[in-house]
């Protein structure tokens, strides 16, 4: 191989020059030497781990704090050595501000349009107090068949509204409709006559320009009445606008609700009208049946639906609510261990009943039960059972978000219980239980557990920092429950542990304040339903929580 011997020669291989724009590299005489790198302060070191440690602090602290904000909306409830159940605040509803209602009559000494009859109702100051105490929703006026005996005179409408500027609450006319009676307006022999009277009532009830507002009538009180039932008990009616006379059937009752309503609605299209205000409703499939074999709560909706569906140009509905009467006995003073187990029948009963409503209307229309007790005869239960079956019975209704309940009666009828007893117009047991709810918050909270021996139901307000529960103790035993938050941050929680004792055959309402502390975390409502030999009523009792000093004192709650 031939070497370049040029005269660049100097004992060594000459540099071969780069191409034309190609840089040089440098050779390694001409690289920096490298120096090792500089070790970092331990301060700075400190500093680093130390953020690292911080962020990882923070989101532990981030995530912490989202599970204590929602583990302050949840509350545990036991009760005894059942399984605790979970109350979670974050889930309510309200509850209808008409949801408690009463039966009023026609006062005493008033005279019936027909003239062959007097009001019995003693509507006294104490009644009148306590009705607003409880914060009473609606009236049902006339209340039973009264209404359907006799037929109501502008003085008694009066009557009514005088009642309902008296309890500030709304009322509920239930319209007549059961034929011609002796002393009937006149011409009023026909389903068209029967629905103009009707029509007429709600111009003059609401209508303060009403064509009935003259002469003595002219400066007559004014309040609206929002709620209208068509009839009373139509499946026991025998005295229908027929020839000859005959019961009513379920067809024969639908079109005498579709002739009502729209006449009523044409005096006043905001108004509410219910039906069928059946006498009994034992479930879907299950009655009562006409004569005909046919199913009254059924082929009432079925038809109702069917004209609504037929005639879509109507600019209302022409039924608002559902409406019957529900006595579960006829003896109840037999065999107290189903008296005290019926109302769990609410919760079977009512959500069929609802599939059937949005079924056949198309809409959610409210349910009303508009009559109320333990038995509609003098085969009553003691006043101390029939109470806590009414304590029980209200709780399942609102857990069931049924809209109406009317208790019947007020007073004057002297069985079954009413709310007040006797000339003297005394306060009764089931006044007390009304009482008790009226301690209740606005808002519904659903609660799972179980009902026996205890029911416990569960309420707040609208801001969610007040929470009440009823415990119903149906045993003759004393039971233990306790309430505690489900979590705790360093055993900070807005809401406290609290022990409670439910004395036997009693009833309590225990309300929760969040962030309460000292002498106003909790509080209590009690009541100790009267033995069966014991005619008297106790007053509520009321206590301040954590003042307690004897735990086996089952009389005080907390």
């Not at 989202?66 to 509803?93: C, H, P």
């Not at 006379?245 to 219910?274: G, R």
């Not at 006595?327 to 187990?341: E, H, I, K, R, V």
């Not at 209307?361 to 009559?371: C, S, V």
């Amino acid at each position: 191989m031939a070497f370049n011997h040029g005269a660049a020669r100097n004992g060594s291989i000459a540099q071969m020059q780069p191409p034309p724009g190609q840089l040089s590299q440098p050779g390694w005489q001409d690289l920096p030497l490298q120096q090792a790198p500089a070790k970092r302060p331990p301060r700075r070191r400190f500093i680093a781990i130390a953020s690292l440690v911080l962020l990882v602090l923070l989101i532990f602290a981030a995530l912490r704090f989202s599970m204590v904000a929602t583990s302050n909306d949840l509350i545990q409830v036991r009760i005894g050595d059942q399984q605790a159940a979970t109350l979670d605040l974050r889930q309510s509803m309200p509850i209808n501000p008409y949801f408690m209602g009463t039966n009023v009559f026609p006062l005493a000494n008033t005279n019936s349009f027909d003239a062959v009859s007097q009001g019995f109702m003693h509507f006294t100051p104490l009644v009148q107090g306590d009705l607003n105490n409880i914060n009473i929703g609606f009236l049902r006026y006339p209340g039973g068949d009264w209404g359907e005996q006799h037929i109501l005179s502008l003085s008694q409408l009066r009557d009514l509204t005088n009642m309902l500027i008296a309890t500030h609450s709304q009322g509920m006319i239930q319209v007549h409709i059961s034929g011609p009676i002796n002393g009937q307006p006149q011409g009023m022999t026909s389903i068209d006559a029967g629905a103009n009277l009707a029509a007429s009532w709600v111009n003059y009830m609401n209508n303060p320009k009403s064509f009935m507002r003259v002469g003595a009538n002219a400066h007559d009180p004014f309040h609206p009445v929002q709620f209208w039932a068509v009839g009373n008990e139509p499946d026991r009616l025998t005295e229908p606008y027929t020839a000859p006379k005959k019961v009513y059937t379920v067809n024969d009752y639908v079109q005498t609700f579709i002739q009502y309503s729209k006449l009523m609605h044409q005096n006043d299209p905001t108004i509410k009208v219910f039906g069928p205000e059946l006498s009994q409703f034992y479930g879907i499939g299950a009655g009562p049946f006409d004569a005909n074999g046919k199913a009254w709560m059924e082929g009432f909706l079925q038809g109702v639906g069917a004209y609504q569906k037929a005639h879509p140009e109507l600019p209302y509905h022409l039924l608002d609510g559902v409406s019957f009467h529900r006595y579960q006995f006829t003896n109840a003073s037999d065999q107290p261990g189903l008296l005290m187990s019926s109302p769990n029948e609410w919760n079977y009963n009512l959500p069929a009943l609802r599939q059937e409503i949005k079924s056949d209307l198309g809409y959610d229309a409210p349910i009303a039960i508009t009559e109320i007790n333990t038995n509609p005869t003098n085969q009553v239960p003691t006043r101390g059972q029939a109470a806590l079956w009414f304590a029980d019975t209200l709780g399942t209704l609102m857990n069931q978000q049924v809209g109406y309940v009317g208790f019947f009666s007020t007073t004057d009828i002297p069985t079954p219980y009413p709310l007040f007893a006797g000339q003297g117009q005394q306060e009764t047991p089931m006044y007390r239980v009304m009482q008790l709810f009226s301690h209740m918050q606005h808002n519904l909270v659903p609660l799972s557990i179980a009902h026996e021996p205890v029911s416990v139901y569960a309420t707040q307000d609208n801001a969610r920092q007040t929470v009440s529960l009823m415990f119903v103790n149906k045993s003759n035993t004393a039971q233990n429950a306790q309430v505690d938050p489900v979590d705790q941050f360093l055993t900070i929680s807005p809401w406290h542990h609290l022990d409670i004792s439910v004395a036997a055959d009693s009833i309590v309402v225990i309300t929760l304040h969040r962030n309460g502390s000292g002498d106003g975390y909790a509080d209590a409502y009690s009541y100790q339903v009267p033995a069966s030999t014991d005619p008297s009523t106790q007053q509520l009792l009321y206590t301040i929580c954590g003042h307690k000093q004897d735990a086996l004192a089952n009389g005080i709650p907390c």
